[in-house]
């Protein structure tokens, strides 16, 4: 993570007082997107951080889990700690058939390094191109080639229309590839516009994958964030079968409170029929993560 010019933001916590949405999930339902903290004293922050995190644990990670009916979820390395990976794996060893992970590493990774994580389930390693703070693409190349025999996936959260050539420019990596929160549309550009379009033949062309999730990062409007429907179902009708879902829980760097339950419910909107509904939480999650 590069240096910041200004004090970490504040995250808002998330509501912990759960309102269970109305559809009732497959089994071993899945949300493949969370950032989730240690505690501090043995999981020190870096100092140059983005945010300080809302004061939330695994526990009540799990909890929202109950709740709502989940029972698998996937937790994504947050800059908090750096390429630091051990709040995760310590995570995962204690809850192995429920957790798998997303790293954050470095090209300074050394092979025994990158085994300990597969050993340990870690899925692929992510790439922060929005916050400018996540490895280069030409980084990120490089690591995917030294990560393809490990069975992972380079996970990329950017701005899909600053690349409308992502289909050729991601497709040719040496994993498949999962981009974060939809490729957060724009909602003024519509979804004709070149990026989007590029996603779509991404997925279409069985190198990528995406996640139903966070729509509040680019809508432009109050929940149930109506503005992103259309985007959310035109990948659904594109590729249902390279499509997961993931809460973003507890949702850092925004400045109001969010509810894991309407959140949740968000997606049935989007995805109405339990066939599309059990691949996108099910089988879809069990084969790109390795659940069981």
């Not at 947050?78 to 798998?100: C, E, M, Q, W």
């Not at 432009?220 to 499509?243: E, I, K």
Request: with cysteine; net charge positive; aromatic share 10%.
């Amino acid at each position: 993570m590069s240096a910041s010019n200004s004090a970490p933001a504040q995250c808002a916590p998330p509501h912990l007082d759960v309102r269970k949405p109305k559809l009732k999930l497959p089994p071993k339902a899945a949300d493949c997107h969370a950032h989730v903290f240690g505690p501090r004293d043995q999981y020190p922050w870096v100092a140059n951080r983005l945010y300080t995190p809302p004061d939330v644990t695994l526990d009540d990670y799990f909890a929202m889990h109950d709740a709502v009916g989940i029972a698998r979820g996937v937790l994504v390395q947050t800059g908090l700690y750096g390429n630091d990976n051990s709040f995760i794996v310590d995570a995962i060893k204690a809850n192995p058939h429920r957790l798998r992970g997303i790293a954050l590493i470095g090209e300074d990774i050394s092979d025994k390094e990158l085994a300990h994580l597969a050993d340990n389930g870690v899925r692929g390693f992510r790439v922060n191109r929005t916050a400018k703070t996540g490895l280069a693409f030409d980084v990120a190349r490089r690591l995917a080639e030294r990560t393809k025999d490990l069975g992972w996936h380079v996970q990329f959260l950017l701005d899909v229309e600053d690349h409308p050539d992502l289909d050729t420019m991601l497709g040719s990596f040496a994993t498949e590839v999962v981009i974060d929160h939809m490729g957060r549309p724009d909602p003024h550009k519509g979804l004709d516009a070149l990026g989007f379009q590029a996603l779509l033949r991404l997925l279409k062309s069985g190198r990528g994958w995406a996640k139903l999730s966070a729509p509040y990062r680019t809508s432009l409007q109050a929940p149930p964030y109506n503005d992103l429907t259309p985007f959310a179902h035109a990948l659904v009708a594109a590729a249902p079968g390279r499509l997961v879902w993931g809460s973003d829980w507890p949702f850092v760097r925004l400045d109001q409170r969010v509810d894991y339950g309407p959140t949740r419910a968000v997606f049935d909107r989007w995805v109405p029929d339990a066939r599309v509904r059990q691949k996108i939480l099910w089988d879809t999650p069990a084969r790109l993560f390795g659940f069981k």
